[in-house]
């Protein structure tokens, strides 16, 4: 069947409605023929996967950013169809893509995806509460985090300031570091409650708590550089109590993935975790692979081998 090609035009800025053409373009020319749906709204690109899925599609890609990404595999993977994923990249951060090596060029990307190869990777799956004060569960491929993170992407996503950076990748980490130090600057570690598996629940002090499936997140930081996508584990990372100086000084760690060695981050490996709010009382607001769609608690459980992946065919491990 042909490829399903889901576009959110408003990512990159709304550089991809504005590169469309050129993009469809490289799409035909390693494709022929594609069907294409356009996002309009938050969900979209959940819904039109999940149906599509359902209609029998075979194969389905999502154009966009890491946002996009995540609403298209929640579709294929509410469906419970064995629809295989692919990625055109055309967002601001593209940490996903950097997981599986994938080519931000378009043209590029067009070609990896018609030369690659299928692999099956794991899902992280989280219960949260959200704005309606009511249960809800939703995967993700990427990373989500507790704390300094989700205040980050708030500023970013409010910041029109920024929208004088280009439409890039470089935009991406720009506007998270910018950020990044604005939030520093006036955060002060919290407690959280963590139960780690079968363990006991034990109380955390965080600036940020990463809940990682794969490596990259905040346009380019590299905050789990041992995450593995089909090694049925989360990579956990908490940033403690660490101060505003010591960040700007040690900030290159962050992309390189050494910021492990420092003395106030640790990291673990663990299947499922729950978190909540040391004060029951206190919102705390969660992100998942760049989105803030609610708050603890919140429970984490890895699903192994969940999605069908297209990679480029390389032999780089995933």
């Not at 690109?45 to 609403?71: H, M, P, S, V, Y």
């Not at 595999?73 to 967002?91: D, M, Q, R, V």
């Not at 309606?132 to 939703?138: G, I, K, M, P, T």
Request: proline share 4%; aromatic share 8%; with cysteine.
């Amino acid at each position: 069947m042909l490829p399903f090609v889901i576009v959110n035009p408003r990512s990159a800025s709304g550089s991809t409605r504005d590169k469309w053409s050129a993009v469809a373009s490289d799409l035909r020319a390693h494709f022929g023929p594609f069907t294409v749906a356009f996002t309009k709204c938050p969900g979209d690109g959940i819904r039109l996967a999940e149906q599509a899925a359902k209609a029998g599609r075979e194969f389905i890609i999502a154009c966009g950013g890491d946002g996009t990404i995540n609403e298209v595999a929640n579709g294929i993977l509410n469906s419970g169809c064995e629809t295989e994923l692919g990625i055109l990249p055309s967002g601001t951060g593209g940490d996903f893509r950097r997981s599986i090596n994938m080519p931000n060029s378009p043209r590029e990307a067009a070609q990896a995806l018609r030369d690659g190869k299928t692999k099956t990777i794991d899902a992280g799956k989280v219960t949260f509460q959200n704005a309606h004060n009511e249960s809800e569960s939703r995967y993700f491929l990427n990373v989500s985090s507790v704390g300094l993170a989700a205040s980050i992407i708030e500023r970013v996503k409010g910041n029109f300031a920024l929208e004088w950076l280009p439409a890039s990748g470089v935009r991406g980490r720009a506007a998270f570091a910018l950020s990044a130090l604005q939030e520093f600057a006036g955060l002060d570690a919290f407690r959280i409650r963590v139960k780690f598996d079968d363990d006991k629940e034990t109380n955390i002090s965080t600036l940020n708590f990463c809940i990682a499936n794969a490596s990259f997140f905040g346009g380019g930081m590299k905050i789990a550089p041992d995450a593995k996508l089909n090694d049925g584990f989360f990579d956990i990372i908490n940033i403690g109590d660490i101060k505003t100086a010591k960040v700007v000084l040690n900030a290159y760690t962050l992309y390189s993935g050494t910021h492990v060695d420092l003395a106030e981050v640790k990291s673990r490996r663990a299947k499922r975790i729950e978190i909540r709010a040391f004060d029951d009382n206190e919102h705390v607001r969660i992100e998942i692979d760049g989105e803030l769609p609610g708050s603890l608690p919140a429970v984490y459980e890895v699903i192994p081998n969940a999605l069908r992946l297209r990679v480029p065919n390389q032999n780089k491990p995933l």
